[in-house]
């Protein structure tokens, strides 16, 4: 049963443009939304998080967008750098039974 | 170090044969999860403690899989008869409470032949 999907496995962008990530959940009861980024051989670590009480959180050149009535999500990455290259995983928590699912990852390849 | 240490970081080992990997998350952290990746896939749910105890099992696959944690500290994932589709990166996160931000480890790679 996936609650979270990820539906792009891959995205090529241009270094200095805008990387653009989705990510849908199906269980209205997720109050809180992550970002995680993973490089090959490392496990994620966490980037950025928005509340469900809130449309958008910025931190940087990373900005999460949340749609509650869409159930849909966001990271947005501008300017995009090759640092940048990695998995991409959205995760989303339930506070009542602290569980956390993700998706199944987006790979990011910022272009020189 | 400061991070969640995982051992073995690799694991090769023979259809049938048990195996048991190891966490060590940050000092301090409560909350202790255990996570399979799949080739291709994402992030699976095993196994959380809060403390020493499991309040959800409901992700480990098959009675194969137990998980214990000891002193609010260490953490061993045990896999019984090891089958082939066993194989799979395994992936301990802490978190100093569980509302917070989870920390992984680098995982284990278990190859089972």
């Known amino acids: 049963d996936q609650q979270v999907k990820q539906n792009s496995p891959s995205l090529s962008v241009q270094e200095g443009r805008i990387s653009i990530l989705n990510c849908d959940y199906t269980n209205s009861m997720f109050d809180y939304f992550l970002w995680y980024k993973k490089y090959p051989a490392e496990g994620p670590t966490f980037l950025i998080s928005?509340?469900?009480?809130?449309d958008k959180n910025e931190d940087g050149r990373f900005t999460v967008f949340l749609n509650k009535s869409a159930k849909h999500l966001s990271l947005h990455i501008v300017p995009s750098q090759p640092g940048d290259s990695a998995v991409y995983f959205c995760a989303a928590f339930r506070s009542n039974d602290y569980k956390l699912s993700f998706g199944a990852g987006t790979t990011v390849t910022v272009r020189a | 170090g400061a991070g969640v240490s995982q051992s073995p970081s690799n694991k090769v080992t023979e259809k049938g044969k048990d195996v048991e990997l190891r966490c060590d998350p940050i000092s301090g952290h409560t909350a202790l999860y255990w996570y399979r990746q799949r080739l291709g896939q994402g992030l699976e749910f095993l196994i959380y403690?809060?403390?020493?105890?499991?309040?959800?099992k409901s992700g480990l696959p098959s009675d194969r899989f137990s998980a214990e944690r000891t002193g609010e500290s260490v953490s061993t994932l045990t896999i019984q008869r090891t089958q082939q589709e066993d194989s799979a990166v395994y992936l301990c996160?802490?978190?100093?409470?569980?509302?917070?931000?989870?920390?992984f480890g680098d995982g284990t790679r278990l190859s089972i032949l």
């Open positions: 403690f809060q403390g020493n105890s499991a309040p959800d």
């Open positions: 996160a802490s978190s100093l409470t569980p509302a917070q931000p989870q920390h």
């Open positions: 928005i509340s469900s009480i809130k």
